[in-house]
């Protein structure tokens, strides 16, 4: 997929997201497994260290797991994260970005979502991706590449 078809999504706050954005702006969406888990505690925490620099470079940014609205609320207000959280429990989101797929822990297979994100600029365009992520450094090797946009 090379761009993103209108959608809304819930978020925390109670707000309808809109993608792309509607007012001109970049969208950071990662994707991530689950909430209040170390690697996407983390992996928050570090886009809402760097969160300043993204909006100086125009950008929006959203996470997004299969969690709850009420889960999401509660861990975006522990890790105090300046920023909303999508809920996706259907899982369209993670079909459409291609993030839901075969996992492997432990010897045990299973469906799960594969930590991504992606950079859509503000006509819905898929300007950079990554899959597979590893959390450190994660955070500013995006902005990085947001800032050479």
């Not at 702006?25 to 928050?44: Q, W």
């Not at 999508?86 to 492997?104: A, T």
């Amino acid at each position: 997929m090379n761009k993103v078809q209108s959608i809304t999504c819930s978020a925390t706050s109670n707000l309808d997201v809109r993608i792309p954005d509607p007012q001109g702006r970049h969208i950071v969406l990662y994707f991530y497994p689950k909430d209040a888990t170390p690697g996407c505690t983390t992996e928050g925490q570090n886009f809402r260290d760097n969160h300043p620099a993204f909006v100086d470079a125009n950008a929006v940014i959203y996470g997004v797991s299969k969690d709850t609205l009420a889960k999401h609320e509660k861990f975006k207000a522990k890790q105090e994260f300046p920023f909303e959280l999508i809920s996706d429990e259907q899982g369209e989101l993670c079909e459409l970005f291609g993030v839901w797929q075969l996992k492997k822990f432990m010897g045990r297979e299973y469906m799960g979502i594969v930590r991504s994100t992606f950079i859509i600029d503000p006509e819905g365009k898929i300007v950079k991706s990554w899959d597979k992520v590893k959390v450190k450094g994660h955070a500013n090797e995006v902005l990085e590449a947001l800032v050479s946009l």
